[in-house]
């Protein structure tokens, strides 16, 4: 274990909590640890049997940050964890962790402890599991007793049986004590054919710093990325991962000016598999046009594009392994001063559209498209204008009373309307429709979705139009 990382442990605070009956327990900040994204993405490898429960709680506490740094793709996001006490539901914003089911729910008896995700879609599962794989592989050290975990649909299933979650929960990921190899600056990938360069397996600035403040920019520089960071990108992806070289569920394609490639991570010479990193152009010419107009939520500036595709957008081990690549190529970005943006679902109608633009194998269904390239000088995304826009609404109401939340939408499109709990919990679905250019409201009768009117406290409005969200506080007393 990485003691002089974890120097200083502080105990978890229990507190009186935000309900009568309910208790709280605080967790202490992140570690920052000196270990840079590449290396422990280089590192990391999944561990199933041989646990102890005997990890410190600020392996637990460095976790829980780490995924939340994630940015959110849709309306909810709810974090559990179970540990021989209990079953807890984590708050972000009071970095607190609120009972939920009193108890020891652990689906493995020898882990530390659980944590399972439940978001509405397979993709941003993925993310927040990788978050969480290379938080705790960041306390690493030499080879030795130290953080281990692995994904378990197992553990899952047991979840949502045992724990009595808000929302399904499509992923645990269990924690524990056991030996590892630790890190690993040996390269997982190298190229067969020299058609992509050798990535590097250290980087500049530590995997925590490197989290805090991860965002998406959908605004490129008109100047292409070198074929050396494209090599990196790629590797970040999906050339680090080892024990997938044999049964790799997605496939990616790079679209730039030159055509189409297919990215190779693994190489078969009579029938044995090993890791790989190199492209193969299967459509010439310049296709991104045709790509950002296979769909209107595509960014169209970006220098570079990378589509992932599975065999079968009905399983979870495909969709939620598209997830790990987006999290991979998000944060590889961040590290090369690069703006990413992820597209993220896909409809069905879309992964139509994408596949006929870049003329992709038959079979192959996109699910993700990552965009990529430099910032557009002088402008952030904090700049731009948002695509819609809270301009009036109340912030009291009284027990009963209704609220009017008027917005202005700067481009049409699909809008939705949605009310959540402080712990982002949905509460009411108010609207879904395609909505004009222009001024628009939705009205909140202070009822949830089985029409009981709610209990006094604070609530959020949330307007999500393509790309943009815009979010009202809203105090019921």
């Known amino acids: 274990m990485n003691r002089h990382c974890v120097a200083g442990i502080i105990s ?24 840079s994204f590449e290396l422990l993405s280089n590192s990391r490898y999944s561990v199933h049997p041989g646990f102890t429960d005997t990890l410190p709680r600020q392996v637990l506490a460095n976790v829980l940050w780490a995924m939340e740094q994630v940015p959110r793709f849709d309306s909810f996001r709810e974090l559990y964890v179970a540990t021989k006490d209990n079953v807890y539901l984590y708050n972000p914003p009071h970095n607190t962790l609120v009972i939920h089911k009193p108890g020891d729910f652990r689906y493995s008896s020898g882990s530390t402890f659980e944590v399972g995700v439940a978001t509405r879609r397979h993709e941003e599962t993925g993310l927040l599991i990788q978050a969480g794989l290379l938080a705790g592989t960041a306390f690493w050290d030499s080879a030795g007793p130290s ?45 067969s054919d020299s058609s992509l360069f050798q990535p590097y397996v250290t980087g500049p600035d530590s995997f925590e710093t490197i989290l805090m403040g991860l965002h998406q920019d959908s605004v490129f520089s008109p100047y292409t990325i070198s074929h050396e960071t494209v090599s990196q990108l790629l590797w970040a992806g999906c050339g680090v991962t080892p024990h997938r070289t044999d049964n790799s569920p997605c496939e990616v394609y790079l679209v730039h000016n030159e055509g189409v490639d297919h990215y ?33 939520r595509i960014p169209s500036s970006a220098p570079v594009y990378m589509v992932v595709c599975v065999k079968d957008t009905g399983s979870y081990r495909t969709m939620q392994e598209s997830g790990y690549f987006g999290f991979q190529v998000l944060v590889q970005a961040k590290v090369l001063g690069l ?31 990552f965009s990529t390239g430099e910032p557009a000088t002088g402008v952030s995304e904090e700049e731009r204008p948002a695509l819609v826009e809270i301009t009036r609404a109340k912030p009291v109401i ?80």
């Open 398 to 477: 009284r027990l009963g009373e209704s609220v009017r939340v008027e917005y202005l939408l700067r481009k049409s499109g699909q809008v939705r309307a949605e009310v959540y709990d402080m712990l982002g919990r949905p509460v009411r679905h108010i609207l879904k429709e395609h909505q004009s250019t222009g001024y628009h409201s939705v009205e909140w009768d202070g009822a949830d979705d089985n029409t009981e009117q709610v209990k006094k406290g604070s609530y959020v409005i949330g307007i999500f139009a393509p790309g943009s969200v815009a979010q009202h506080k809203i105090t019921v007393f």
């Open 264 to 296: 190779c991570s693994r190489f078969i010479d009579k029938g044995v598999v090993s890791a790989d990193h190199r492209l193969e152009r299967i459509v010439p010419g310049d296709r991104k046009p045709l790509l950002y107009a296979a769909s209107s």
């Open 12 to 35: 978890g605070l229990v507190l009186a909590g935000f309900a009568a009956g309910q208790t709280i327990e605080s967790l202490p900040g992140p570690v920052i640890h000196p270990y």
């Open 339 to 369: 703006s990413g943006f992820l597209t993220l679902p896909l409809t069905p109608e879309e992964r139509s559209s994408i596949a006929l633009a870049l003329f992709l194998p038959t079979g192959q269904y996109p699910v993700l498209v």
């Open 147 to 191: 953080v281990a975990s692995c994904p378990m649909k197992q553990a899952a299933d047991y979840a949502n049986r045992e724990w009595v979650p808000n929302h399904r929960i499509l992923m645990v990921n269990v924690y524990g004590l056991t030996e590892v190899k630790g890190l690993d600056t040996n390269l997982v990938a190298v190229s």
